[in-house]
């Protein structure tokens, strides 16, 4: 009894699991999060978050970072800072205690000013943790994942968390014909909570890997951000199954092991505050039954109320058993951001550049020209390319120049993985622009304009972008544009990626990893590039944080 009141207490008081920035003050504001998290079969993970703050009046060192369920590896090398001016920051992660960890910059940095992202990631055991198991809807195996990333205590603009599964998608879009083979569902209260979407990424392989985005704006402190889904048990090989009922053992027909369930509410009440207790089985059976023997002591009394509030509440709340006769499997539903006919009229000429399918070469190559115009570096020289970089100069007007001058070594080359992050930033930066319009018709509406767009003296941003690709695909000649052409032949050399569109760039393993490698946990390059964009160009789309008290999307 004294375990089942400390656990209770620990539930009605959040305030003891929650995580806030270290010396938080004032001056400290957090904008988004956004995590991802990519299963393998097995039920092992990798989990990566993106935490953005806006800091003024600093110094900021960092935040602690606690009430996950799952037991959590590090990846140290992968963890970093970065702030507005591409300026990278290594992280140190210190164990506090068992739930409880410092996430600082090293050696003692501090970000004093404007704004700052957080990257960091780790392996995780899922199904160990109890957040991935199976379960029976009839005579079907189904997996449920059943998670939420940790709660935090203040408020901020937007979530999201994106979702990939081991399953390998025929196509680029999850219709209902391949979400139903699958056997895809989702709670009804994800579907009221969130916006949902599936952003295909490709494999090592090239095949496209199936994920799912959940996306929420405007959340309030400590918002507890749940997510169940399922999807069919042949893409998974587990070892653990959930109890069928309130008091029954595991399926007898099967060999599996009973899953972790410290939630066993969740089962009945999902989505619900219920669902939030830190109740195991057990102690649900005990609770019930101190119910069931005060219920005797005033029986006609308490059971005529009881038994009324119940009929009241079977109105509102469609309850869920996992395993047994009346599990009733979530309706399959499919969302969507985008919006038929909705055109991005906002669009930077740069990434204007990129859903016009200008080469990434010849794109780099006009950035650079135009930071030469601009004076923020100096060509030295073009085959091979030797660049000078103003000692004056920290960083451009335009956000993915400032990343790509970053880049500049003082050897006078450019970094290849920096180059590479900048085309990855840009894309990051079209997609958060683009991610509720109507892509074939914004492309169009961006067409029409190169097409009737009437160049200037290229003395500005946009004149000299746009006089570039009228330049390549309308015949536009203009000595200007000389220096474009030589350092576009000596990047193609050096970075064999950018020799194509974007389309085949965003094909390479530079772009990205493969999510089921042979390293099983990949680069997350989606999600290193979704976040530097974010803090490159100062963009709000869809963002990750979550999650309670304690985890395992409670």
Known sequence: MKKIR?????????????????????????????????????????ISYAVRWTVSGGPLHGFYFEGFQETPVFDMMGSYALDAAGKKYALEIVKVSEKKYDIILADGAAFNDGQTTYFFRYAADLEGAGNLTQTMAGDKRMVVFNWSPVQWQDRMSHQAVTVRFPVIAPGETADDAFLKAAGFLTEKFVNERYRIDYPFVKNEDGENIFSVRFFR?????????????????????????????????PPQKTKYMPAEEEYYFNRYFPGTMLAGLPISRGEAVFLMLIMAGVFCVLPFFIMTIKHKSMLS??????????????????????????????????????????LLEMPVGELVSLMVANMERKGLIKIKAVEPLCVERRVEVTASNDPYETVLLNSVKPDGTLDQAVVRETIKTIAAGLEQKLWDCDLAATKAYYKKNL????????????????????????????????????????????VSELSGSFEKFRDTQACYEGAFSKTVCHDACHDACHSACHSACHSACHGACHSACVSSGH
């Open 313 to 354: 509440a079977a109105e509102g709340i469609s309850a869920v058993n996992w395993d047994g006769a009346e599990w009733t499997p979530p309706k399959l539903q499919v969302g969507t951001f985008r919006k038929p006919g909705k055109v991005a009229t906002s669009l930077t000429p740069i990434e204007a550049g990129i």
């Open 451 to 494: 097409d009737k767009y009437l160049p200037g003296k290229a003395d500005t941003d946009r004149d000299y972008y746009w006089g570039g690709y009228r330049r390549r695909f309308n015949g536009y000649i203009n000595p200007v544009y000389a220096r474009v052409e030589s350092v576009n032949k000596d990047l193609g050399k050096k």
């Open 6 to 46: 400390k656990r209770i207490f620990c539930a009605a008081m959040p305030m003891l699991f929650f995580l806030s920035a270290a010396g938080h003050a004032s001056g400290f504001k957090m904008d988004w999060v956004e995590s991802e998290v990519t299963v393998d079969r097995d039920g092992k993970a990798q």
């Open 217 to 249: 704006r405007n959340l309030g402190s400590r918002y507890h951000f749940q997510i169940q889904t399922y999807l069919d048990a042949r893409y998974f090989s587990l070892k653990t199954m959930a109890y069928g009922g309130l008091l029954k053992g």
